[in-house]
């Protein structure tokens, strides 16, 4: 009887570390920025579905958010984004497995569908209890993530006095250490994260519509941030400029958020300006390739395993899907029908959304675009980039519809 018990007890130890072992191989995560945990548009995240049934995936709730192209934060439970409705714009936190409604804040807001549908374009951001948003127009909030209190706000161009360029801010708030870092002004604005005392701004030219990305270099922060005429490195404490690389695009529309990876960065825009590969360097970035076989019009590439993956092209016009090398820039493979979309990546494969709102499923593999799972999941205009957060991908429409699709592991 004593043997068989220990026996029976070597079996469960047993049991309890072969489940504790499955349980840790897979990995569901938030995704409380823009771009996510790591800045890039990758995930960890492997707890998720990548093959769908005939009928495709679950739609486990959809709901209305208003005009826009916000993205969607997910943290703790919740989600968090931004839409318009008759010049109003609202921020709203929603239950992220029901969507049912946990609170909202509004404000008058210009719709200011200049050329498109307008709304409002930057991602609300979570950190340590806080979300962080950001206007068009320059209207900064900080809330209580749990209750929506408003912890302070201001509006963040009357204060510093810098123009609001053709689209408005469009840049994501970006927290670091005991700072919030907008793109707002030349090569952009810090404020205290805590009270939203302003700590430094830049010249009163036109921002570029992406978020800025940090980076470490000769020991210390710095965050590459793009203008209307050039992406540009500041230290982030001072806001002193350390190097600037220029870049014109027609209409200043530098969209697309730099890609960092070691000592290089990426750059790409639309409108027939193209892509680059720099290499850092003390003063100023060197040029290792440059040409116009990957134009980001709007939203940006992912890096996985020594390739790039995004979309080339204006929204309007012909865009594909490509595969191109890191290091080289050579093409590797092209792919039609995704229109001016939108795409992320999680274990080895990239989550797309098209244009008309088909969400798809590919491996992330130079060797061609192999779709594993596809289905139509939202309708009307869809350049807002999909999110994966514990199991859910998000997708948004410019009408602001929203649907959760259900992709979680039965494991």
């Avoid at 793109?183 to 952009?188: C, D, F, I, R, Y």
């Avoid at 003390?282 to 709007?298: F, G, T, Y």
């Amino acid at each position: 009887m004593h043997k068989n018990g220990d026996h029976a007890l070597r079996s469960l130890s047993i049991g309890i570390l072969i489940a504790t072992h499955l349980v840790a191989s897979l990995k569901a995560d938030d995704w409380h920025r823009w771009r996510g945990p790591n800045l890039n548009g990758v995930s960890a995240e492997t707890a998720w579905l990548d093959t769908w049934p005939d009928q495709g995936p679950s739609i486990i709730w959809k709901t209305m958010v208003g005009t826009g192209f916000s993205s969607t934060s997910v943290a703790r439970g919740r989600l968090y984004t931004m839409g318009n409705e008759d010049n109003t714009e609202t921020v709203y936190c929603l239950d992220a497995v029901t969507g049912k409604e946990l609170w909202t804040h509004s404000y008058a807001c210009a719709l200011d569908d200049r050329f498109f549908a307008g709304g409002p374009t930057s991602t609300p951001t979570v950190d340590a209890g806080s979300v962080y948003t950001l206007s068009r127009q320059g209207h900064l909030i900080c809330f209580e993530a749990a209750s929506g209190e408003v912890l302070w706000s201001k509006n963040i161009q009357t204060e510093t006095g810098v123009r609001i360029p053709g689209w408005g801010f469009a840049g994501s708030p970006l927290v670091h250490e005991n700072l919030l870092l907008l793109n707002v002004g030349e090569a952009g604005t810090a404020v205290e994260k805590t009270t939203g005392k302003l700590i430094w701004t830049s010249a009163d030219r036109d921002a570029g519509y992406a978020t800025p990305v940090p980076l470490r270099q000769d020991g210390r922060w710095v965050a590459v941030i793009a203008s209307g005429k050039a992406y540009l490195a500041v230290d982030i404490k001072t806001g002193k400029q350390l190097w600037r690389h220029r870049w014109l695009t027609r209409f200043g529309c530098n969209a697309a958020d730099p890609i960092v990876d070691d000592d290089y960065v990426f750059l790409s825009s639309g409108y027939n300006r193209g892509a680059a590969l720099l290499k850092m360097a003390r003063d100023r970035p060197s040029v290792i390739w440059a040409h116009k076989e990957l134009q980001n019009q709007l939203n940006s590439s992912v890096l996985i395993d020594g390739f790039l993956y995004g979309i080339d092209g204006n929204a309007g016009s012909k865009t594909r899907l490509k595969c191109l090398e890191w290091l080289t820039g050579e093409v590797r493979w092209t792919q039609d029908g995704i229109g001016c979309g939108s795409l992320m990546a999680a274990d080895g494969k990239l989550i797309v959304l098209s244009e008309r709102g088909e969400l798809i499923i590919a491996r992330a593999s130079p060797k061609g675009f192999v779709a594993l799972a596809r289905a139509q999941v939202v309708s009307g205009m869809c350049w807002t980039v999909p999110v994966l957060a514990q199991g859910r991908i998000y997708c948004r429409s410019a009408d602001g519809e929203l649907v959760c699709v259900d992709v979680r592991s039965s494991n």
